[in-house]
């Protein structure tokens, strides 16, 4: 079985500076897919950001970028120069396969202008 | 259309209510998939398509939890004798291919059972 835990319930940033968001991961796979989605209030779920667990360079999407260590099992957000755009629920999951997601509880993120 | 289309976006059942949720993925997609949103969680898997055929139900809570995607595209989950717990938002997710490596989203529907 596959879990997904982001141990960080709601987390705060001022506008223009950084914020990491954590998450660990426990499956048995060795080829496997870690996703951060965003989710705003509109409810729509927006992939932030995609990494293969065989590429061991740490995957970057303009101001974002994920620090992948897969020893640890480990998968956090750093979201640079934080807008208040970025203000949503933000979901770590795991797929492997054709299988289904896996998603963590979120995490609340709030940039305060 | 060029996204994920879920409808209705709300919908409110009393009790004992039938409901039906339906889900347009985008066009050729063969992977269709259905979760689950409680409030303050993240999504948990209902069932899983691949074109027509269903290949994973496993995540229905129970057998009123009834999904169809019956010529490969358009989806339906269908909740018979609807009750409180199953308030919650069904988001409707597609992906290309058999490998489930980037889904698409829709917007949900948000069903309240009062």
């Known amino acids: 079985a596959q879990t997904v835990t982001q141990s960080q319930p709601e987390m705060s940033v001022q506008e223009a500076e950084t914020v990491t968001l954590s998450c660990t991961y426990d499956t048995s796979e060795s080829n496997y897919y870690l996703f951060w989605y965003k989710q705003p209030p509109s409810r729509q779920m927006i992939l932030v950001i995609r990494?293969?667990?065989?590429?061991?360079q740490n995957a970057t999407e303009n101001r974002f970028s994920v620090n992948f260590q897969k020893a640890a099992k480990s998968f956090s957000l750093k979201i640079s120069d934080s807008q208040l755009g970025d203000t949503a629920m933000y979901f770590c999951?795991?797929?492997?396969?054709?299988?289904?997601?896996?998603f963590g509880k979120g995490t609340k993120l709030t940039v305060n202008p | 259309g060029a996204g994920v289309s879920q409808s209705p976006r709300y919908k409110v059942a009393k009790r004992g209510q039938d409901v039906a949720l339906r889900c347009d993925p985008i066009s050729g997609h063969v992977s269709l998939f259905w979760y689950q949103q409680a409030l303050g969680q993240g999504p948990e898997f209902l069932t899983y398509?691949?074109?027509?055929?269903?290949?994973?139900k496993s995540g229905l809570p129970s057998d009123r939890f009834f999904a169809e995607r019956p010529e490969g595209s358009v989806s339906t989950l269908k909740i018979q004798r609807t009750q409180q717990e199953d308030s919650a938002v069904y988001l409707c997710a597609s992906s290309r291919g058999a490998m489930n490596t980037e889904a698409f989203f829709g917007q949900g529907t948000r069903l309240t059972v009062v």
């Open positions: 999951a795991l797929v492997y396969g054709s299988e289904k997601l896996v």
């Open positions: 398509f691949q074109n027509e055929a269903q290949l994973d």
């Open positions: 990494q293969e667990a065989y590429k061991q």
